[in-house]
Nanobody, 129 residues
Framework: QVQLVESGGGSVQPGGSLRLSCATS????????VGWFRQAPGKGREGVSC????????YFDDAVKGRFTIAVDNAKNTVYLQMNSLKPEDTAVYYC??????????????????????WGKGTLVTVSS
């Protein structure tokens, strides 16, 4: 079974940038959808962005469109979430998750958390002045 390790979280001022990494092991990414989810204090978990080698377009939540990008490094089996123009409302624990490409889709996994079979432990992002 694939294992996930997130890194890159930290504290940043509003307007700053961070890059989160989700390193996977145990399998290639060709049959997985990889997503980033977040949970802010007192709120439910929400999908931020998801990507798959088998779909043309990644998914981004409206709240992060134009500010966040997602990319896959297949050689390193790692997915990156580049977060720019960070806002205080981006403060949350960010989780990486994977689902199988034959079970779910980029949009379905991100909007409904459907088909996720492995979660990472999370990395904290704090945006504050």
């Amino acid at each position: 079974q694939v294992q996930l390790v997130e890194s890159g979280g930290g504290s940043v001022q509003p307007g700053g940038s961070l890059r989160l990494s989700c390193a996977t092991s145990g399998s290639t990414l060709n049959t997985y959808i990889v997503g980033w989810f977040r949970q802010a204090p007192g709120k439910g978990r929400e999908g931020v962005s998801c990507i798959s080698n088998r779909e043309v377009d990644p998914y981004f939540d409206d709240a992060v469109k134009g500010r966040f990008t997602i990319a896959v490094d297949n050689a390193k089996n790692t997915v990156y979430l580049q977060m720019n123009s960070l806002k205080p409302e981006d403060t949350a624990v960010y989780y990486c998750a994977v689902g199988r490409t034959w079970v779910t889709s980029v949009q379905t996994m991100c909007t409904r958390s459907y088909g996720i079979n492995v979660w990472g432990k999370g990395t904290l992002v704090t945006v504050s002045s």
